[in-house]
């Protein structure tokens, strides 16, 4: 997911039904890696945030030897 955006060029993530993102109450034809109905948007954000919970915080102090 370089710079925050993932390739969705590939024709896997289209589908020819229309359902519910799994991440809010609008419908897509689109579909996630997983085939889960997902707009590419909404999964674009819930990577950021699933990555800002997991990365640790980079400390700012500095380590004086």
Not at 18 to 30: F, G, I, K, N, S
Not at 32 to 56: F, L, Q
Request: charged share 20%; net charge positive; hydrophobic share 25%.
């Amino acid at each position: 997911m370089p710079g925050g955006l993932l390739d969705w060029r590939a024709s896997a993530h289209w589908s020819q039904t229309a359902a519910q993102c799994r991440y809010c109450p609008e419908t897509t034809q689109l579909r996630d890696s997983y085939g889960r109905p997902s707009h590419k948007t909404c999964a674009e954000e819930a990577a950021r945030r699933w990555t800002a919970a997991t990365t640790p915080q980079q400390s700012n102090e500095r380590t004086h030897l």
